[in-house]
C-alpha cells in the first residue's frame, strides 16, 4: 500500500514518486511541512503539458512594433463571445479602443472574468495581496501551475541548462522566509516526478536551525526558486552542494544582489518578471539590458496613462493580453508595473522595469528626480528590498530590508549624492509582505 | 425587418376576431377538439409548400403542461396567417416553418394565448412578434421603429435577459464556490510563488 496514494493530489504517482514524498517529508533533519499541495495532474494533462512543451520549444514571440500577433484577432474574438465581462458589451471594438483594466475590476468580481468554457470543478486558486490595496484571488488549473516549469525551462535553455528528469534526484526547492508561509513537499509529473519542496527557511518551521543546511544538502535540489529576500536568507544557510541555477521572482532584483548570488552560489542566477495574473512574463539578460519576454501567446503593450500605447523606447505601464492561464485571460490588463520596450533579434524585451506607478523626488535644489533614478544609484548594491518616502516637508526615508541594514551606509552615501546635500534617514523594514517601493507626500510627485 | 408587411392595425383587428374554432381546445392526447396539426398543414400547403409528416409531428402531443398553451398559439397564428395579405404577398418556407416549430414555442415561454386576445400590449407584441419572425415590418414604419417598438414590448426579450441574468449569476456563484474551497486553495504545484 502506497501511504502517499491521493488521487486528488498524485492522480499518477507511481511507487518510487511516493518514495521521494517519504524522502522529503520523513528526512530526519525535515522542517515541520505545514500543508498539502499536490501536482493535481491526470494523465491527460501530462499529454497536454507535454505537447505544450513541445510547441513552445518551436515558437517564438512573433510580434513587435509593426505588427500585432497573429493570434490576436481570434483571441478578442473568443473572449468577447466567451467571457461575461466582455460578452455584454458586444462586438469586439477595434484592439486599441478596447478598454484598459486595472487589478482593482478583477478584484471587483474575478468571476466575471472566467470563461464560461472553464470548468469550476478543477479550478484551483492563487491568492495575493499585492501592493496595490486590491487582494485578488486568482482562478487557476493544475495545468497552468504546471506550465509555470515549461517557462522556466525555456529561459533555461538559454544559459544552456537542461534540467535532469528522474525521480532519483530533487529538482527543485522553493525558498521562503516568513514566519508563517506555505510549506508542502510534492513530485513533478513532467520531469519523470523528481522531487518539489516549498520550505519556509524562518526558525519556526526547523527543530534545530543547522538543520536547514543538512536538509538542503541532503535534498541537493538542482534548482531553488524564491525571492530576493528569501534568497538572501539562503546565503546564511552553509551548503556543501550547489544547483545548477537559482531563479528570482516576486521582487526587484538588483544588479549588486544578483551578482551577489552568483559568487556565493556559484551558479547562474535567473531574474523573471513574474505576476500571479499572467506567470513568467520575461527574463532579465544583461545583454540585452532587459527582460526578454517568454510567452508567445501574451502581448504585451506599454501605455499612458489614457491606455494609449507608447511609441517605442518610451516609458509607460506594461499592459498585457493573452497568456497561458485559461481560467483568467487577460485583455489589456493594466499591471501597475512600468517599463519601456525595445526589439531585439531574439524578440521583444522591457527595459528599465520596475514596479508601480512612477514617483518624482525632489532634490535639494528642487530639482524633479524620477524613481528610475534611484534604481539606477542603488542598483550596484547587494540589497534584497527597498522602499524610498519622501514626506512633504522633502525629508527622505529609506527602508531596508532587515538583511539589507549593513548596506544602510553605503545607501545614504549614494542618496545623498544624488539628492544633494540632504540627509536620509534609514529604518528597517518591520512587515514582512511586499512594500509599495516608491511613495511621496509631495503633490505633484505622480506625474 | 427589412420587407415592408401588412398594416399593423389590420393584424391586431385580425387576432381580435380570431373565430371560436381557432380558440378551441387544442387536441392532446385524447382531449380537445382542434387539430392544431391539421391547421399548420393546411396553412402551409396554401402558401405553396409540402410539409414534411414527421415535421408535423411538432404539434401533436401529449403532455397538456407543455404544449397546451404553444398549440394554442400556433393555431392563432394560422389564423392570423390566413388574412390576405398573407395569401397575397409570398412568404419564405424557412422563416415560417422555423417560426412554427421554433419562435412560437419561445413565445410560448412568456406569453399566454389569452393575453395575446385580452392584454393590447401582448396582441401588439404578438403581432410584432410574427413580422419580425417573417422579415417583415409593418406598413408606414421604418426597421428602427419596427426594433425599437418590439423591443419595448417584448416578453421573451424580457424572459431572455432575465434568464441570462439568472444563469450568470448561478455561474459567478459556482466559480466563488469553486475558488472558496479548500482543495482549491491549497492550489497546485508552481516551480515559482510571485
Known amino acids: 500500500m502506497n501511504p502517499f496514494q491521493d488521487d486528488q493530489r498524485y492522480p499518477t504517482l507511481s511507487q518510487v514518486g511516493a518514495s521521494m514524498l517519504h524522502f522529503l517529508s520523513e528526512h530526519p533533519q525535515a522542517p515541520v511541512y505545514r500543508n498539502q499541495s499536490g501536482n493535481k495532474l491526470t494523465k491527460n494533462d501530462l499529454e497536454i503539458l507535454n505537447r505544450f512543451e513541445h510547441d513552445l520549444r518551436l515558437r517564438a514571440v512573433d510580434w513587435d512594433d509593426t505588427r500585432k500577433p497573429t493570434w490576436l484577432k481570434e483571441f478578442v474574438e473568443q473572449v468577447y463571445s466567451n467571457v461575461p465581462h466582455y460578452r455584454s458589451q458586444g462586438a469586439p471594438p477595434q484592439f486599441h479602443d478596447i478598454h484598459t483594466i486595472t487589478r482593482a475590476e478583477l478584484s471587483h468580481d474575478i468571476t466575471d472574468f472566467v470563461p464560461d468554457s472553464v470548468n469550476a470543478k478543477r479550478m484551483i486558486a492563487f491568492s495575493t495581496t499585492g501592493t496595490s490595496g486590491n487582494p485578488l484571488t486568482i482562478p487557476s488549473h493544475p495545468r497552468v501551475a504546471a506550465m509555470y516549469l515549461c517557462f522556466h525551462r525555456r529561459a533555461l535553455r538559454r544559459l544552456g541548462i537542461e534540467l535532469t528528469q528522474g525521480p532519483s534526484h530533487v529538482g527543485v526547492v522553493l525558498i521562503g522566509f516568513q514566519s508563517r508561509c506555505f510549506t508542502y513537499v510534492s513530485v513533478t509529473p513532467q520531469l519523470a516526478e523528481c522531487g518539489l519542496a516549498k520550505i519556509n527557511l524562518h526558525r519556526n518551521d526547523w527543530h534545530n536551525i543547522e538543520d536547514r543546511g543538512k536538509y538542503l544538502d541532503a535534498l541537493n535540489a538542482e534548482l531553488y526558486t524564491g525571492d530576493p529576500l528569501s534568497l538572501s536568507e539562503l546565503m546564511h544557510v552553509p551548503l556543501q552542494t550547489k544547483p545548477s541555477a537559482l531563479i528570482s521572482v516576486g521582487m526587484m532584483l538588483s544588479a549588486g544582489l544578483k551578482k551577489q548570488f552568483e559568487t556565493h552560489f556559484q551558479a547562474p542566477v535567473l531574474d523573471i518578471y513574474s505576476i500571479n495574473e499572467a506567470g513568467p512574463i520575461g527574463v532579465y539578460d544583461s545583454t540585452l539590458n532587459g527582460h526578454l519576454l517568454l510567452q508567445p501567446d501574451l502581448f504585451v503593450e506599454i501605455v499612458d496613462a489614457h491606455g494609449n500605447p507608447v511609441p517605442s523606447g518610451e516609458r509607460g505601464e506594461i499592459t498585457l493580453s493573452g497568456g497561458f492561464n485559461f481560467c483568467l485571460p487577460l485583455l489589456r490588463y493594466r499591471t501597475g508595473d512600468f517599463a519601456a520596450m525595445s526589439y531585439t533579434a531574439e524578440g521583444p524585451i522591457l527595459t528599465g522595469l520596475a514596479g508601480r506607478q512612477p514617483v518624482r523626488y525632489k532634490t535639494a535644489t528642487q530639482q524633479w528626480l524620477n524613481n528610475i533614478e534611484i534604481t539606477h544609484a542603488l542598483q550596484h548594491l547587494p540589497l534584497a528590498q527597498f522602499g524610498l518616502h519622501q514626506a512633504l516637508d522633502g525629508a527622505l526615508t529609506l527602508k531596508l530590508a532587515p538583511v539589507s541594514m549593513t548596506h544602510a551606509k553605503a545607501c545614504s552615501e549614494a542618496l545623498e549624492k544624488l539628492f544633494g546635500l540632504q540627509s536620509i534617514k534609514v529604518v528597517k523594514i518591520a512587515t514582512e509582505d511586499k512594500i509599495m517601493q516608491y511613495t511621496s507626500d509631495l503633490l505633484d510627485a505622480h506625474t | ?194
Not at chain 2, 393575453?115 to 417573417?134: I, P, V
Not at chain 2, 419595448?152 to 426579450?157: F, I, P, Q, Y
Not at chain 2, 466563488?176 to 508552481?190: F, V
Open chain 2, 1 to 194: 425587418m427589412d420587407i415592408v408587411g401588412p398594416p399593423l392595425q389590420q393584424l391586431l383587428r385580425r387576432i381580435a376576431e380570431t373565430p371560436a374554432d381557432f380558440l378551441d381546445e387544442p387536441r392532446i392526447g385524447k382531449k380537445g377538439r382542434l387539430e392544431v396539426v391539421a391547421l399548420v398543414n393546411d396553412c402551409l400547403r396554401n402558401k405553396g409548400y409540402n410539409p414534411d409528416a414527421a415535421w408535423l409531428k411538432h404539434f401533436i402531443s401529449n403532455n397538456p403542461r407543455a404544449d397546451r398553451n404553444r398549440l394554442q398559439i400556433v393555431a392563432m397564428t394560422t389564423w392570423v396567417l390566413a388574412d390576405e395579405w398573407f395569401s397575397d404577398n409570398p412568404l419564405h418556407e424557412l422563416s415560417l416553418i422555423s417560426m412554427l416549430q421554433n419562435d412560437l414555442a419561445l413565445l410560448a415561454e412568456s406569453i399566454q394565448r389569452d393575453q395575446c386576445l385580452h392584454d393590447s400590449e401582448r396582441c401588439e407584441e404578438f403581432a410584432r412578434f410574427l413580422l419580425n419572425c417573417l422579415s417583415l415590418r409593418p406598413e408606414g414604419e421604418t426597421e428602427l421603429q419596427a426594433i425599437d417598438r418590439l423591443s419595448a414590448l417584448s416578453s421573451t426579450e424580457r424572459q431572455r435577459l432575465l434568464k441570462n441574468s439568472v444563469e450568470a449569476e448561478r455561474r459567478a456563484r459556482e466559480i466563488r464556490e469553486a475558488l472558496a474551497k479548500k482543495a482549491a486553495q491549497e492550489s497546485a504545484d508552481k516551480h515559482t510563488r510571485e
